[in-house]
């Protein structure tokens, strides 16, 4: 599920040639790779993982400055990046909010993720057991294989939907309990399609067409794909100091023809939109309880097709007004047909990310209430 958080790659912004080396930046320490590789297997193997062979992994995210950038070596034909960052709290937070199934990735992830389904059911019931494992200070594996679409890249407007092989383990650091989620594609992605930031990306409002292309002057024909991504997240957690120091391992192989466009400077510009969101989320004082999050989205599950969309008119009323919008979406919203291709799954993703906005107390379109509260747009 960070699983869902690594593949970010709504990140990429392609670039002009293939992979080049970000200039100026420091590699990791080839001592490193063994156990990338060996990390790299958990997601498809039948083995337990051994946190033994993580120490020294584990050493160098726990010692890494915040906000560090480093190069990679590319992976077959992926360009790689490594970025570092803390966030205040402990991982038990962590768990109950990234990894529950009964709340939806884009909660934590809004700018990253449009969507995230376990492919195999019973990947949720255990996940369910990550905090009581947590809480025991025991070793714990979780596999499953995930279906995941990103959020529109910010520069290209391009969005994609792909399966990948997810491994989420906890275990007992030097400092604390720490976290490692793995996450392999396992092949290309579907074909790219356009896709719309509406204003700036902090506000977490995006458009979805199922038209192919890249929402790009001079682009518009591209049949772009992501062709394979790797990645590699650890949360070392010290609980002395009630903070956890956090690493992102990144190999990513996306372009046309074939060729690779990312570079690694896209890569880490990708990870720190990425860490923004969600550092504003889980540190925030005002974020809701669990619970709560998970009880609403089960309410707004449950309302009918042509309730959700009488709530959603005027989020998509709000959005046509902004006037940064191409002449398709526009012509979409203003039809009504963009509405009315929305499905409940789209319908609750809107409405709960404008609940989660107002709660954090960040500029919300509309307002969205539990049962027996009125809903209202946004004056």
């Known amino acids: 599920m960070f699983m869902r958080f690594i593949c970010l790659l709504g990140l990429l912004v392609f670039g002009t040639a293939a992979a080049a080396q970000a200039t100026g930046l420091k590699s990791i320490p080839d001592s490193l790779y063994p156990g990338l590789e060996y990390l790299l297997t958990i997601p498809s193997s039948n083995s337990d993982i051994a946190p033994d062979q993580l120490s020294q992994i584990v050493s160098f995210v726990a010692s890494s400055e915040a906000e560090t950038s480093m190069s990679m070596q590319d992976r077959e034909k992926a360009s790689g990046a490594f970025y570092s960052f803390t966030l205040r709290g402990d991982l038990s937070r962590v768990v109950d909010y990234v990894y529950n199934p009964e709340i939806p990735v884009y909660v934590t992830m809004p700018s990253s993720v449009r969507d995230q389904e376990w492919l195999d059911p019973a990947t949720k ?138 570079k690694q400077s896209h890569i880490i510009n990708g990870i720190k939109r990425f860490t923004a969101d969600f550092k504003a989320v889980l540190e925030s004082s005002r974020l809701p309880a669990a619970q709560e999050l998970a009880a609403m989205y089960r309410e707004l599950k449950s309302g009918s097709v042509e309730t959700l969309r009488q709530m959603v008119a005027p989020y998509l009323a709000a959005i046509e007004g902004s006037g940064t919008l191409s002449s398709s979406f526009k012509k979409l919203l203003a039809s009504g047909q963009y509405l009315q291709n929305m499905n409940q799954q789209e319908l609750v993703k809107v409405l709960l990310k404008e609940y989660l906005k107002q709660r954090l107390g960040r500029d919300s379109l509309i307002q969205v209430a539990l049962a027996g509260q009125h809903w209202t747009p946004q004056p």
């Open 125 to 262: 019931d255990a996940l369910k057991l990550l905090p009581k494992a947590l809480d025991r200070g025991e070793t714990l594996l979780v596999r499953g294989t995930e279906r995941e679409i990103i959020t529109p890249d910010a520069n290209t407007g391009g969005y994609y939907s792909y399966n990948q092989d997810r491994a989420v383990a906890v275990f007992q650091g030097p400092t604390g309990p720490v976290l490692v989620s793995v996450g392999c594609q396992t092949e290309p992605s579907e074909i790219g399609r356009k896709g719309c930031v509406v204003g700036e990306d902090s506000d977490w409002n995006y458009l979805y067409s199922d038209e192919k292309g890249l929402n790009k002057t001079g682009l518009g024909w591209v049949d772009s794909y992501m062709y394979n991504a790797y990645s590699i997240i650890v949360f070392v957690s010290d609980s002395s100091t009630g903070t956890i120091r956090v690493g992102s391992f990144k190999w990513l192989n996306a372009g046309w023809a074939k060729v690779n466009m990312v």
